[in-house]
């Protein structure tokens, strides 16, 4: 069935550092790819998606880049800030229209 | 908008008790479904639904039943409560399929 990896599982950087999530998908016919973020005690939130049409998608600090070819997706979040400390989910739509989570990764920034 | 709305927000069940999880959205949103969300295993989908009268497994379906009978509710039901599924249950629904989720608040469910 429909797999989303989602690497590393924990993630602590110093603020103003740069923070990479790495996702790979199962379905080759998987074409959304959105990740959220989810603080202490609250539900998920969209921070940024991208479709299989597009390779990098940019949102001021955050951007996501996909490769169709190798089926991984990354996430990209440059000059980190404590308030970016939260968990973040990697998630992808199959074409069964199922949108499966990646088992998210626990970013802790530092001041 | 009141978004998604999902009741209730804390519950306790005996193994074996039946309930259910009630969610609805006012957000005409076709796409809705139902994830589990365990400690170091992500949020993993129960069931869904791409619009009223359609409903399909996900991943971890045992255990639980859905309906999807009007467009703005898509109740959870636990049919007979087991440890296995304490949990956190988030609803969530979409405009479309490939259109961004919105979360409910969540109930957390605990299983004795």
């Known amino acids: 069935g429909e797999n989303v990896e989602q690497h590393p599982s924990t993630l602590s950087v110093q603020e103003g550092d740069s923070a990479v999530i790495k996702c790979t998908y199962s379905?080759?016919?998987?074409?959304?790819f959105p990740w959220y973020k989810q603080e202490l005690g609250k539900r998920p939130q969209l921070i940024i998606d991208?479709?299989?049409?597009?390779g990098e998608k940019k949102d001021q600090r955050i951007a996501v880049t996909l490769n169709k070819t190798a089926k991984h997706f990354s996430l990209h979040i440059t000059e980190t800030q404590p308030e970016d400390s939260a968990v973040y989910f990697c998630a992808a739509r199959s074409n069964t229209d199922k949108l499966i989570f990646g088992t998210g990764t626990r970013l802790q920034v530092f001041p | 908008n009141a978004g998604v709305t999902q009741t209730p927000k804390f519950q306790v069940l005996k193994t074996g008790q039946s309930m259910t999880l009630q969610c609805a959205q006012d957000m005409n949103h076709e796409y809705m479904s139902w994830y589990r969300q365990d400690p170091g295993m992500g949020l993993r989908l129960i069931h869904y639904?791409?619009?009223?009268?359609?409903?399909d497994q996900g991943e971890v379906p045992n255990g639980y039943n859905v309906s999807r009978s009007t467009t703005e509710d898509f109740p959870l039901r636990l049919l007979s409560a087991a440890p296995s599924q304490t949990s956190v249950y988030f609803c969530a629904s979409s405009y479309s399929k490939d259109s961004p989720l919105h979360f409910g608040n969540g109930t957390r469910l605990t299983v004795t």
């Open positions: 639904s791409v619009g009223a009268g359609i409903t």
């Open positions: 991208i479709r299989s049409n597009v």
């Open positions: 379905d080759s016919a998987s074409n959304y």
